[in-house]
């Protein structure tokens, strides 16, 4: 497109946003993929007024979603590709995850200082959704690769923009992994630009599948060796790659989690197992052994421990959030679900999805996923001080509760159970306990400073019992 017929082009544009923002008719407007982007958008409520895209990722979240995001081998490829073309023209590239969230920019110093008024920069959310017709939002939304030029932008202050943006398609799921974007300043980058980044966005997915081959391939010579091969053999998402000469299950199965059973075609029952990095479905002749009991320590001021079979592992502050999670929603939560039982409606899916990676390399399949849950049986001391307020003897109570759930979590979920358990604790001990199970209570983190159970304590017990004297002296300091 000649500068001139920009020109009009843009004159058109300028006419037709002001008739679509203030719901007027207009007789010439833009072409139709930016008319559904700015139907889309005014639906999604985007204000054409707005400053700059939303901040979702703090410098913190960031680094672990792009240590996890299946997009980071490819940065190197990505950056040779169009970085120096976007640094010397005086533009920037910007690869975003499957949402339209930032993750790497780089480019022209002087075009990302410019960029960073209006959120194009790392961690900020440019889906559609958020801040209406762009070039990566609209490339995501349509699956396609896209340049939308100035005016084409609903929101105005991004009509001094062009972005040439394409999608990165995973070869083997056929789900969007991110968004490759070369964007600048509207003189100056060329609509042609997009051929440029679809290209790269198709060689992407070429490394992609090449790696996915890579895998298959060693995944294959794995299993050749395996002196007898009871199974059929599935990559980590599913597809079928040996032990299914007649095609039975198809190129791809639904994976069930890992130790349960599924019914096969044929009628045969098998189950899932772990092999090297993908699965095997095995026929199950025999019922498999029981899965290893998960044990969850997570009361006190101690550090927070799982221990699967006899291996005991420290927990992280969020790896013990999220476990006790589980065990509180058996039937299993979504990573969105998990996100705002930690966070609130701050939370991050992704965030919750790189946490779990790691979570699950270190118990080894305790965690099945969609949605996330518990595969072994699980026993956890939150849940055996619920149980025995149901009836169990005030001493053994006292005895069993060490202190509150987690006392460092902010989750709002956690803060409930929390609270929940310490008040039924508290009251049962007050109401039933014993001057000796009142004192252990007093040596929890809260049990300690609680005015009313001292001074049950200290009226009690003998006034020579150094018990009684401790909780004496406990309320000179408090009072």
């Known amino acids: 497109m000649s500068y001139a017929h920009l020109d009009a082009y843009s004159r058109t544009l300028r006419g037709a946003h002001e008739a679509a923002v203030t719901g007027e008719a207009w007789p010439a407007g833009p072409r139709r993929l930016i008319t559904a982007s700015w139907r889309r958008s005014m639906e999604a409520g985007i204000d054409p007024e707005g400053r700059a895209a939303p901040l979702v990722y703090d410098q913190t979240d960031i680094n672990d979603v792009r240590q996890a ?37 780089d480019g022209n110093l002087g075009t990302m200082r410019i960029a960073d008024q209006v959120g194009l920069a790392d961690g900020h959310h440019w889906a559609e959704g958020s801040v209406g017709t762009n070039g990566i939002g609209t490339a995501l939304a349509a699956r396609r690769p896209v340049h939308v030029y100035s005016e084409e932008h609903l929101m105005r202050v991004l009509h001094v923009w062009s972005c040439s943006a394409a999608p990165i398609v995973d070869p083997d799921t056929d789900q969007v992994l991110g968004c490759v974007d070369v964007s600048g300043t509207a003189p100056s980058l060329h609509p042609a630009t997009v051929a440029l980044v679809a290209a ?132 299993g939560l979504t990573a969105e679900q998990l996100s705002f039982h930690l966070y609130g409606d701050d939370g991050n899916p992704v965030t919750i999805r790189a946490e779990i990676h790691r979570l699950r390399s270190q118990l080894d399949g305790t965690i099945g996923a969609k949605p996330y849950h518990l595969n072994s049986p699980t026993e956890a001391d939150f849940l055996e001080i619920r149980r025995l307020l149901s009836g169990a003897t005030p001493d053994t109570l006292a005895r069993a509760y060490t202190g509150p759930l987690l006392p460092r979590s902010e989750s709002p979920e956690i803060r409930r159970e929390r609270d929940e358990l310490e008040v039924q604790v508290r009251s049962c001990l007050l109401r039933r ?9 007093a040596q929890t983190t809260n049990g300690r400073d609680d005015p009313l159970v001292l001074e049950r304590i200290a009226s009690t017990l003998a006034p020579t019992d150094h018990r009684a004297a401790a909780a004496r002296a406990r309320l000179t300091t408090l009072l």
């Open 433 to 441: 306990g014993s001057p000796d199970e009142l004192w252990t209570y």
């Open 200 to 331: 790269t966005a198709r060689l992407a997915e070429t490394q992609l599948a090449l790696r996915m081959y890579e895998r298959d391939e060693l995944l294959r010579r794995r299993y050749e060796a395996l002196r007898s091969r009871p199974g059929v053999l599935l990559s980590a998402t599913g597809r079928v790659l040996a032990g299914d000469p007649c095609g039975a299950l198809g190129r791809r199965i639904q994976l069930p989690g890992t130790g349960e059973r599924m019914i096969l075609p044929d009628g045969r029952v098998a189950q899932l197992e772990p092999f090297s990095d993908g699965f095997l479905l095995r026929a199950s002749i025999s019922p498999a052994a029981p899965p290893a009991t998960l044990r969850l320590t997570l009361l006190g001021e101690g550090m927070p421990t799982a221990t699967v079979g006899d291996r005991q592992i420290q927990l992280s502050l969020r790896h013990a959030e999220i476990l006790a999670l589980l065990a509180l929603h058996p039937r």
């Open 69 to 105: 995001h299946p997009l980071l081998p490819m940065l190197p490829m990505l950056a040779q590709t169009l970085t120096q073309m976007a640094d010397e023209s005086a533009h920037i590239m910007i690869v975003t995850d499957a949402a339209g969230r930032i993750l790497w920019r």
